[in-house]
Nanobody
């Protein structure tokens, strides 16, 4: 069982930055592929970024070059550094853990989820 708790969300203006954190309870954190998803009102949950057990990363196109996903296995913590934020980045951001690294950042590949943290970017 993995428990995930996100923090770091908030409200910023366009062009600002935020750093999200996700604290994991599992001592096997280092064995999981970790990811960030987001969901805006009326839209499907979207994969934003993922990182595998050896640090390989993958991003959805709209955040490439602006967001950076990292993990600290010693602290059982996942991070998402978000720079140059845009209003369209506004959403609830979720941390997720799963065993698979397959084509695309897919909801179905992740079995453990946090409760989410709100990010709001104003113009």
């Amino acid at each position: 069982q993995v428990q995930l708790v996100e923090s770091g969300g908030g409200s910023v203006q366009t062009g600002g930055s935020l750093r999200l954190s996700c604290a994991a309870s599992a001592y096997t954190f280092s064995n999981y592929v970790m990811a960030w998803f987001r969901q805006a009102p009326g839209r499907e949950r979207e994969g934003v970024a993922r990182i595998n057990t050896v640090g390989r990363t993958d991003y959805t196109g709209s955040v490439q070059g602006r967001f950076t996903i990292t993990r600290d296995n010693a602290k059982n913590t996942l991070y998402l550094q978000m720079n140059s934020l845009k209003p369209e980045d506004s959403a609830v951001y979720y941390c997720a853990a799963g065993p698979f690294w397959r084509s695309g950042i897919r909801v179905a590949d992740f079995g453990y989820w946090g409760q989410g943290t709100q990010v709001t970017v104003s113009s």
